[in-house]
């Protein structure tokens, strides 16, 4: 086998139309991918506000069962959701919510827990900017929270 010996006056490299090429291959790779990108991190968010909101649902639940009281989640204007229980011994817990997170429900935006363990019950939908939106139920005779993916069109 004979070693590769360049030839005087050939030169090694990559013609002008090839590099142009595999930039225009990297032009659409990339015009493609980013827009998928930007939507996967409003997914999460998503999911995550809505994972956080079930948590802080399941939390005041048993708060109202140990300290046997009356509590209330309650969501505010300005993106928070607020534990607040009418024993004074309770103290009440405030969780920041991502921006671009919206809640809404039709039976309004609050839900009561029972010593008993039993609530007022309620739907709430959390959404986000182009991602899923998640459905959290309450159970009133339970207090059971569920979470669930919806398609809404």
């Given amino acids: 086998m004979k070693p590769s010996v ?13 590099i142009l090429l595999v930039l225009v291959i990297l032009a659409l790779f990339t015009a493609l991918v980013v827009p998928y990108v930007g939507k996967g991190f409003g ?18 639940r048993g708060l109202a069962l140990r300290v046997r009281s009356t509590c209330t989640v309650s969501f505010t204007e300005n993106n928070k959701v607020v534990i607040a229980c009418a ?3 309770a103290e009440a817990r405030v969780i920041q919510l991502e921006k671009g997170v ?8 609050s839900v009561e827990f029972f010593p ?3 609530s007022t019950g309620g739907s709430f ?3 986000g900017q182009g991602a899923k939106t998640y459905a959290i139920k309450i159970e ?10 919806i398609q809404v069109l």
Avoid: C, Q, W
């Fill in 116 to 118: 008993s363990g039993s």
């Fill in 43 to 60: 997914g999460v968010k998503t999911k995550v506000a809505a994972g956080t909101i079930a948590t802080t649902m399941k939390r005041a």
């Fill in 102 to 109: 919206k809640v809404y429900s039709d039976s309004g935006l």
């Fill in 140 to 149: 009133p005779s339970t207090g059971r929270v569920r979470v669930k993916s």
């Fill in 87 to 89: 024993n004074k011994k």
């Fill in 6 to 18: 360049l030839v005087a006056g050939e030169e090694a490299g990559f013609t002008l139309l090839e």
């Fill in 125 to 127: 939908k959390v959404s």
